[in-house]
């Protein structure tokens, strides 16, 4: 299987505290793409990476990629309990535009 | 505000009773894809149309069917349900790719079939 994985699978934690998801992937990448899902509801997109960049920022998301070690880690920082949702990595194979999603990793903030 | 408007949200048929799916966008955007995702699972390409051309994926089974009649649609077709196919069904568009696209992809908020 091409899918990437996750881990965690599941992360609780605590409002205020930083969330940390790490995603690894098998194939060499265009980019890589992040999106959150809330429950019952469709992908939400966050952050996107090229395969240049090594990091990357957007408000309190910031994402790191290795394509050496073909991984990358979502970090939010000062978590809200309206952050809970099951957060994706997708990779971009080739020259399409077929993303290739990981397993997910399910957020759980405590208010 | 333009988006991606899947009907409807939530839909019951009977074990081997056809039932379509709809997506429109008024994004304006070539590609349309459609995935199903299981629970607790991340979501699966079924097929995806670039403009009118359909590229189904190798594992999608023929059950399965997809028809775009212009750039705001695109349906999905179950001709036998069966209850394996029960499932949240998301439909996604994306701007033309080109090649090496660094273009997102934009979700609806999916139809989740369920199969009596």
């Known amino acids: 299987s091409q899918q990437g994985e996750e881990d965690p699978q599941a992360l609780s934690i605590q409002e205020g505290e930083n969330a940390t998801m790490n995603c690894s992937y098998k194939?060499?990448?265009?980019?890589l793409q992040w999106y959150r899902q809330n429950s019952g509801r469709g992908l939400v997109h966050l952050i996107l990476?090229?395969?240049?960049?090594r990091e990357k920022h957007s408000g309190r998301l910031r994402v790191t990629l290795d394509t050496s070690k073909k991984s990358s880690s979502l970090l939010i920082t000062a978590s809200r309990a309206a952050d809970t949702a099951s957060y994706f990595c997708a990779t971009l194979k080739g020259a399409t535009n077929k993303l290739i999603f990981g397993t997910g990793t399910l957020l759980a903030v405590q208010p | 505000d333009a988006m991606v408007i899947q009907n409807p949200r939530y839909q019951v048929t009977q074990f081997g009773k056809p039932v379509t799916l709809s997506c429109s966008q008024t994004l304006n955007h070539n590609v349309m894809y459609w995935y199903q995702q299981k629970s607790s699972q991340a979501p699966k390409l079924l097929f995806h149309y670039y403009d009118k051309d359909f590229n189904n994926e190798a594992d999608t089974p023929d059950n399965f069917q997809s028809r775009r009649p212009n750039t705001s649609f695109c349906f999905l077709d179950i001709r036998s349900p069966g209850l394996g196919d029960a499932a949240m069904y998301l439909c996604?568009?994306?701007?033309?790719?080109?090649?090496?696209?660094?273009?997102?992809?934009?979700f609806g908020d999916g139809t989740r079939l369920s199969i009596l």
């Open positions: 990476i090229r395969s240049n960049e």
């Open positions: 996604a568009t994306s701007r033309d790719p080109g090649t090496y696209s660094n273009q997102p992809q934009h």
């Open positions: 194939t060499s990448i265009n980019n």
